[in-house]
């Protein structure tokens, strides 16, 4: 199946602080999601994103699909925002199967 | 409200027991999946079923099973064969299995 890596394990932040996370993925994707998973354990859906750029508030992503990576930004993070962010892809492109292979995640701590 | 519910938000079990997992969805979606999450660690998937009364092995679907015989619905049990079953399980659905997935809750199982 297809690899998919994020980095850095964890972040630790000050409120206020912009972070960036990566995702690299082993083949050509057709879609690629972000997630936030609060400390209750709630995936919350951040960005479906195959290509290209989009914000939402404070926060952006960027798939750069022809080099095989995305990147998501937080701008001046807040308490709320801390928690595991996932990155998943669906198998490369020619495959019939519905699925997502999930990163291991960012763990982000921000303190006030 | 149209959303994803799990059933219970916690399970104990005992050792040989088996157990069945509540996922209900009311968005209308064709597919449906299984991921189990262990503490650090990204989400893995357990089966999935892109149609009613259709279902497929996921990466670790020794010890589990599922059946699908309303869109709506998609139980899954751990069974005894089940070897290291204490784990957080997610369920996910999305309109046809190529678009974006969205999750429930999720149920904490607990053997003790």
């Known amino acids: 199946g297809i690899q998919v890596e994020q980095s850095p394990p964890d972040l630790i932040l000050q409120e206020g602080a912009n972070s960036t996370l990566r995702c690299n993925f082993s083949?050509?994707?057709?879609?690629l999601q972000w997630f936030h998973q609060n400390p209750w354990g709630q995936l919350i859906n951040l960005f479906y994103i195959p290509s290209g750029t989009k914000q939402n508030g404070r926060l952006s992503a960027t798939t750069v699909a022809t080099e095989r990576y995305s990147l998501l930004y937080i701008s001046s993070s807040q308490t709320t925002d801390s928690g595991v962010y996932f990155c998943?892809?669906?198998?490369?492109?020619?495959?019939?199967?519905?699925?997502?292979?999930f990163g291991r995640g960012t763990q982000l701590t921000v303190w006030p | 409200d149209g959303g994803i519910t799990q059933s219970p938000k916690y399970l104990f079990r005992k050792e040989g027991q088996n157990v069945t997992l509540s996922c209900e969805q009311n968005?209308?979606?064709?597919?449906m999946y299984w991921y189990r999450q262990d503490p650090g660690q990204g989400l893995r998937l357990i089966y999935y079923?892109?149609?009613?009364?259709?279902?497929q092995k996921g990466d670790i679907a020794e010890g589990y099973s599922v059946s699908r015989e309303k869109k709506e619905s998609f139980p899954l049990t751990v069974t005894s064969a089940q070897k290291n079953p204490t784990a957080f399980y997610l369920c996910?659905?999305?309109?046809?299995?190529?678009?974006?997935?969205?999750f429930g809750p999720g149920t904490r199982l607990t053997v003790l």
């Open positions: 998943a892809v669906p198998p490369g492109r020619g495959s019939t199967l519905g699925r997502l292979y």
């Open positions: 083949d050509s994707v057709n879609n």
């Open positions: 996910a659905s999305s309109m046809d299995g190529y678009n974006e997935q969205f």
């Open positions: 968005l209308n979606h064709d597919a």
């Open positions: 079923s892109q149609i009613v009364n259709d279902f």
